[in-house]
T-cell receptor, first 109, second 117 residues
Framework: LAKTTQPISMDSYEGQEVNITCSHN???????ITWYQQFPSQGPRFIIQ???TKVTNEVASLFIPADRKSSTLSLPRVSLSDTAVYYC??????????FGTGTRLQVFP | EPEVTQTPSHQVTQMGQEVILRCVPI?????FYWYRQILGQKVEFLVS????????KSEIFDDQFSVERPDGSNFTLKIRSTKLEDSAMYFC???????????????FGPGTRLTVT
């Protein structure tokens, strides 16, 4: 499983776009990049997954450069309810999710 | 939207007692998981279960732990003799397919907070 590095914490204000970057220098050819969100005292929730280039859904966008050694989760116009921990996971052919410490996003009014 | 449910939401038990944590995965899912999160720490994988058998387990999942799918809807985690260090939030998750490749989407339940005194 590829090791991931992401900022420990980020602050933002309501209405701003937030970009959280994850480094995964030793990503393997078959690895996918997946982001989960976790609110306090709740289980993690799948946000988005991608392999290369850009993926967008109703919640977020995921940007993956050509070398795939990093990825950026983009949250447009955050609100207070986006305050959570965001996890970047990279891997393939495994039955388990390996969570790191994630990025704690705090959104202020 | 279908969701994973877990009962109880909070369980308090004394050290050495047996506990059973219950989960109802999403109905058409075939892969089931247990994770735990000690307060303030990472979410940790415990075990995965498919086709009525364990497919993978972590070092945490020792002989004190067992899982079972007693019927077509429930998935349980049993801790035979609880220790203080078993105090944590336990999350059940389910998926339509194996994690990995394009199948990383697991759906988590709200968790059971286990407190061992």
């Amino acid at each position: 499983l590829a090791k991931t590095t992401q900022p420990i914490s980020m602050d933002s204000y309501e209405g701003q776009e937030v970009n959280i970057t994850c480094s995964h220098n030793n990503i393997a050819t078959n690895d996918y990049i997946t982001w989960y969100q976790q609110f306090p005292s709740q289980g993690p929730r799948f946000i988005i997954q991608g392999y290369k280039t850009k993926v967008t859904n109703e919640v977020a966008s995921l940007f993956i450069p050509a070398d795939r050694k990093s990825s950026t989760l983009s949250l447009p116009r955050v609100s207070l309810s986006d305050t959570a921990v965001y996890y970047c996971l990279v891997g393939e052919n495994t039955d388990k999710l390996i969570f790191g410490t994630g990025t704690r996003l705090q959104v202020f009014p | 939207e279908p969701e994973v449910t877990q009962t109880p939401s909070h369980q308090v038990t004394q050290m050495g007692q047996e506990v059973i944590l219950r989960c109802v995965p999403i109905s058409n899912h075939l892969y089931f998981y247990w994770y735990r999160q000690i307060l303030g720490q990472k979410v940790e994988f415990l075990v995965s279960f498919y086709n009525n058998e364990i497919s993978e387990k972590s070092e945490i999942f020792d002989d004190q732990f067992s899982v079972e799918r007693p019927d077509g809807s429930n998935f349980t985690l049993k801790i035979r003799s609880t220790k203080l260090e078993d105090s944590a939030m336990y999350f059940c998750a389910s998926s339509t397919r194996l994690a990995g490749g394009a199948g990383y989407e697991q759906y988590f339940g709200p968790g059971t907070r286990l407190t061992v005194t």
